[in-house]
Antibody, heavy 119, light 110 residues
């Protein structure tokens, strides 16, 4: 069974940092591109970042470019999102999602982890 | 990148068919056949329902179908059932290796 389990969310002050993790199981993690997608409370989905299967290529939404860094450890089947210089508008549930190969859709999703940026 | 435009809500009676539209631009929906659709029940993670415009993943009911014309994609749910009541989001691959989601549509089964 495919499982994606996010962790690392919580309350952080504006300007602070947080690192999210996404543990994958039930599939060959190293063959999948991975994404982070966020959802403001009660609002829609927003794509945040992607990383290719071997970690050599990444991309970001303009709203997080220069502040967030996506990475992965294929030996540990884990995806990461380092979030720095956090702002109130980064408050959201963060989901990790998989894409087989370089597929342009999101096959599986985790249950999400809530990040709240507030003083 | 602006969100794709979806109607805020669509409703129908059990057994009826409904269609949700998703309008973008030539830089996303119109430029690529990489439109996908997701179902999200309250408090749950999104679930892939349609990919590459009209393909259904294994396990998704054939009551769900997708299409695209120009800059607008559509999701049709036929034989509407109570369990179909949820939020639905479209997504498209866009230029410069980015992705964009729709504004979301709340489907209500009357």
């Amino acid at each position: 069974e495919v499982q994606l389990v996010e962790s690392g969310g919580g309350l952080v002050q504006p300007g602070g940092s947080l690192r999210l993790s996404c543990a994958a199981s039930g599939f060959t993690f190293s063959r999948y591109w991975m994404h982070w997608v966020r959802q403001d409370p009660g609002k829609g989905l927003v794509w945040v970042s992607l990383i290719n299967s071997d970690g050599s290529s990444t991309n970001y939404a303009d709203s997080v470019k220069g502040r967030f860094t996506i990475s992965r450890d294929n030996a540990k089947n884990t995806l990461y999102l380092q979030m720095n210089s956090l702002r109130a508008e980064d408050t959201a549930v963060y989901y990790c999602a998989s894409s087989y190969g370089s597929g342009k859709h999101f096959d599986y999703w985790g249950q999400g982890t809530l990040v709240t940026v507030s003083s | 990148q602006s969100a794709l435009t979806q109607p805020a809500s669509v409703s129908g009676s059990p057994g009826q068919s409904i269609t949700i539209s998703c309008t973008g631009t030539s830089s996303d929906v119109g430029g690529y056949d990489y439109v996908s659709w997701y179902q999200q029940h309250p408090g749950k993670a999104p679930k892939l329902m349609i990919y590459v415009v009209s393909n259904r993943p294994s396990g998704v009911s054939n009551r769900f179908s997708g299409s695209k014309s120009g800059n607008t994609a559509s999701l049709t749910i036929s034989g509407l059932q109570a369990e179909d009541e949820a939020d639905y989001y479209c997504s498209s691959y866009a230029s410069s290796s980015t992705f964009v989601f729709g504004t979301g549509t709340k489907v209500t089964v009357l």
